[in-house]
């Protein structure tokens, strides 16, 4: 669990101390001055922003402004308020919560992060967002953008998802194609040993053998013909590279066994 209370300040919140309220820095002295529209200005930034409580703004010697502590309450009363206006947002916007300087004057800092959800609005439907260091209203075009961004984010992500789980689906039915391709070609191996073998021990056929040595001749044709078929299925598939060349062997064997089967044919006749 990430740590969320410091006795001094963080090397982060001494930086935003050291420069002016921006785009993603926002000072407030006291709790009761923040608002829900602060939280909207902030989460419907690109970047997000921070809220730090119990700081003062002042100008320095150098004429420029800065934050200086002066601390404020960091009771759960006072966070509950803070998580409350934020919660009260449409959609609903979710905020970290941080206080730091226990031992001193405790600040609070609320991290807003960059939200997917954006445009979000107020209870009362008023868009704002920072702008020159301060909270403006949201413009039509700007809202049209954010409206825009968001669901392309959104399709992307699930576009993503979707061709992601294609993919794993094409590769393991690529699997189990390669796998049964194995599985042909080491039958077919074992098919033309076998008839290898036969055809050296017998010198001559009778009349069943030889119907038998046609009927094998006949499946073996028919084999080629599906293996064809086969071939010609996966021509237009993805994976039909990978499949080539023991496509090619599975013909080359098959081959092989049909010119054994018909030169045994004529042998008999």
Same mark, same amino acid.
């Not at 001055?33 to 700081?55: C, I, P, R, Y």
């Not at 036969?198 to 040595?213: E, H, P, Y």
């Not at 006949?218 to 299925?233: F, G, K, P, T, W």
């Given at each position: ?5 410091? !006795? ?14 921006? %785009? ?8 009761? #001055? ?19 409580? #119990?700081?003062?703004? *002042? ?9 200086? &502590? ?12 803070? &998580? ?6 449409? =959609? $609903?916007?979710?905020?970290? &919560? ?6 001193? %004057? =405790? ?11 954006? =445009? ?10 920072? $702008? !020159? ?6 413009? =039509?075009?700007?809202? /049209? ?8 984010? %959104?399709? *992307?992500?699930?576009? @993503?998802?979707?061709?992601? @789980? ?8 690529? #699997?189990? +194609? ?7 070609? $080491? ?8 008839? @290898? ?6 010198? !001559? ?11 094998? /001749? ?8 599906? %293996? ?18 023991? +496509?090619? +062997? ?7 066994? /049909? ?11």
């Amino acid at each position: 669990m990430a740590k969320t209370e410091f !006795q001094g300040l963080t090397a982060r919140t001494r930086k935003m101390l050291a420069a002016n309220e921006n %785009l993603a820095v926002d000072f407030k002295r006291e709790v009761s #001055g923040v608002k829900s529209s602060d939280f909207v200005a902030f989460a419907n930034a690109a970047d997000g922003g921070t809220l730090l409580l #119990g700081v003062d703004e *002042y100008t320095s010697n150098t004429g420029l402004q800065r934050g200086r &502590v002066v601390g404020c309450s960091v009771d759960d009363k006072a966070r509950l308020a803070l &998580v409350n206006k934020a919660l009260e947002c449409t =959609p $609903s916007i979710e905020v970290d &919560v941080y206080i730091e300087n226990l031992k001193k %004057l =405790p600040i609070m800092r609320i991290e807003i992060r960059a939200n997917q959800h954006r =445009p979000f609005c107020n209870s009362r439907g008023e868009y704002s967002i920072r $702008s !020159q260091g301060r909270n403006r209203a949201l413009y =039509p075009s700007e809202m /049209l953008n954010i409206f825009l961004e968001t669901e392309a984010e %959104l399709f *992307y992500h699930r576009f @993503k998802g979707v061709a992601t @789980k294609l993919e794993a689906q094409v590769n393991e039915i690529s #699997g189990a +194609l390669n796998a049964e391709l194995l599985t042909v070609s $080491s039958s077919m191996e074992q098919l033309e040993k076998q008839l @290898k073998m036969a055809f050296g021990r017998i010198g !001559q056929l009778t009349d069943s053998s030889k119907k038998r040595s046609r009927n094998l /001749l006949h499946n073996v044709q028919d084999n080629q013909l599906i %293996l064809a078929n086969l071939e010609r299925a996966i021509a237009d598939d993805a994976s039909a590279e990978q499949h080539k060349d023991r +496509l090619e +062997l599975l013909e080359e064997k098959v081959d092989n066994i /049909l010119k054994l089967l018909s030169a045994n044919k004529k042998n008999n006749q």
